[in-house]
């Protein structure tokens, strides 16, 4: 039943028989008429709305509890992470009244405070993924998250800076100045498109020159993380081309084939912080970042003619539409060719058939 309450809001009531269920007022009569269809489904369905009462707070307690023997641990330290992003106001609501309204605010309340849009995205993953086991559970009747999305950044995307291959070569030479090991290894770096967690896990096994040069990239090791499998879980070949396959050859002298091939001087793991400081990255990188030699390598190999296929499969990307992003960069061959004709001397500007001049004693009509 549905009825007016004194302050002009319409407050709908649920029974099962003569017994009292829940009930939730609304500003509208539609609002609290949709709310009551939802919940006589669902009891009949056999969700007892009363279970929604609880605080969204246990529950994320009780659901962390099983999710950290049924994920895989980076994805429960994220799925974690909500005990500290959803706001307190939200973790102290019972979960059948989180609305969708609350859950877009929530990520609004995220951005304003300095949460990047790629995080607040995980965010969302994992807030989802606890509202479809409330639903699994018969918790709740439909999960509020999906029907939202996360609201766009206002900040600037950060933008791929890549180097050419003379910038490249120049950049090696400076960094070669400061440490010459460590420049071979950035060298490799650009030229195989590799991660950064990926060139601190390449093994010397790894190094293969049958049929072709090329390094088998199966793995992956973040600072502060275990050895774990690469993005996307999939192993890919990268090829070696002859401008580093001298290095990669005195790379692996003395070593045994499960030991790392990409170290420091002293054949330690490597370290971001301290292969920037050593080479002086500020000085010498040019304003760009170290994983812009990965977008070095796919606009190296795209410059040279390799199918962008073919570059993905290098790559590892997922999808083409990440590959074409380095194609977008360079310009495609019609921009090449409009180029062409516009430095082209010979094509100076046309201003139409030049008109005769009126022969002596002819005049114009």
């Not at 605010?105 to 607040?120: C, D, N, P, T």
């Not at 996307?232 to 290095?247: H, Q, S, T, Y």
């Not at 495609?332 to 430095?343: C, P, V, W, Y």
Request: proline share 5%; with cysteine; charged share 25%.
């Amino acid at each position: 039943m549905i009825e007016m309450t004194p302050s002009g809001r319409f407050r709908a009531r649920l029974k099962s028989g003569r017994q009292f269920v829940a009930s939730r007022t609304f500003d509208t009569k539609r609002e609290a008429s949709d709310w009551l269809a939802r919940e006589r489904a669902a009891l009949a369905g056999g969700v007892d709305p009363r279970t929604g009462r609880r605080l969204m707070r246990a529950l994320l307690e009780e659901w962390l509890a099983i999710r950290e023997f049924t994920v895989a641990a980076k994805t429960y330290r994220t799925d974690q992470a909500l005990q500290r992003l959803v706001p307190t106001s939200l973790q102290a609501m019972q979960v059948s009244a989180v609305s969708e309204r609350e859950v877009a605010r929530s990520f609004e309340a995220l951005i304003q405070h300095g949460l990047s849009e790629r995080s607040v995205v995980r965010y969302r993953a994992s807030l989802s993924s606890f509202f479809a086991w409330c639903v699994r559970e018969k918790i709740i009747v439909r999960n509020p998250v999906t029907g939202t999305k996360v609201p766009r950044s206002s900040e600037e995307p950060t933008e791929m800076r890549p180097w050419t291959e003379a910038e490249l070569e120049a950049a090696y030479e400076r960094w070669h100045e400061h440490d010459p090991h460590l420049a071979d290894v950035l060298l490799v770096l650009g030229w195989t498109g590799m991660r950064w967690g990926e060139a601190r896990a390449v093994l010397v096994e790894d190094v293969v020159e049958v049929p072709t040069a090329g390094l088998l990239v199966r793995r992956s090791h973040t600072e502060g993380g275990t050895v774990k499998a690469t993005k996307g879980r999939r192993g890919r070949r990268v090829p070696v081309a002859d401008r580093i396959l001298p290095i990669i050859r005195r790379l692996i002298v003395s070593k045994e084939p499960t030991d790392l091939l990409l170290t420091t001087t002293g054949g330690a793991r490597l370290h971001r912080t301290a292969v920037l400081r050593t080479v002086k990255w500020d000085r010498t990188g040019g304003g760009r970042r170290i994983h812009d030699l990965r977008h070095t390598a796919a606009c190296l190999w795209l410059a040279r003619g390799v199918d962008p296929g073919t570059v993905q499969a290098w790559m590892g990307h997922e999808s083409i539409a990440t590959t074409n992003r380095y194609l977008h960069f360079l310009g495609t061959s019609a921009d090449q060719a409009g180029l062409e004709r516009l430095n082209d001397p010979s094509r100076g500007p046309r201003h139409g058939p030049a008109r005769a001049a009126p022969r002596p004693g002819v005049r114009g009509g």
